[in-house]
């Protein structure tokens, strides 16, 4: 069975870090590209970043340039997000998320998600 477990959310000031971590199971991920996104109280789901599973090809959101990074893990069969410099803004659900082919930011092109793990960051 495929399956995404998130973790790594919490209750942060404003300025500070967190690393979400997604492990995969059930199948080879290799050839799956690899997504966060993210849902804020009252707002629709929105995306975060992604990436190929084998490297190469990232893609972010706007509005985390430069503060978060998308990683893995291969051994630990783990994707990671970085984030820091965290705002209240980034207060929501963040869902980790694979497909088949290439990296995008679609969400409706995602089949396979996590359960989510919450952030909320004080100010």
């Known amino acids: 069975q495929v399956q995404l477990v998130e973790s790594g959310g919490g209750l942060v000031q404003a300025g500070d870090s967190l690393r979400l971590s997604c492990a995969a199971s059930g199948r080879t991920f290799s050839s799956y590209a690899m997504g966060w996104f993210r849902q804020a109280p009252g707002k629709e789901r929105e995306f975060v970043a992604a990436?190929?599973?084998?490297?190469?090809?990232?893609n972010y959101a706007d509005f985390v340039k430069g503060r978060f990074t998308i990683s893995r893990d291969n051994a630990k069969n783990t994707v990671y997000l970085q984030m820091n410099s965290l705002t209240p803004e980034d207060t929501a659900v963040y869902y980790c998320a694979a497909r088949t082919g290439w990296v995008t930011g679609k969400e409706e092109l995602y089949n396979i998600w996590g359960q989510g793990t919450q952030v909320t960051v004080s100010s």
């Open positions: 990436m190929r599973w084998s490297g190469g090809t990232t």
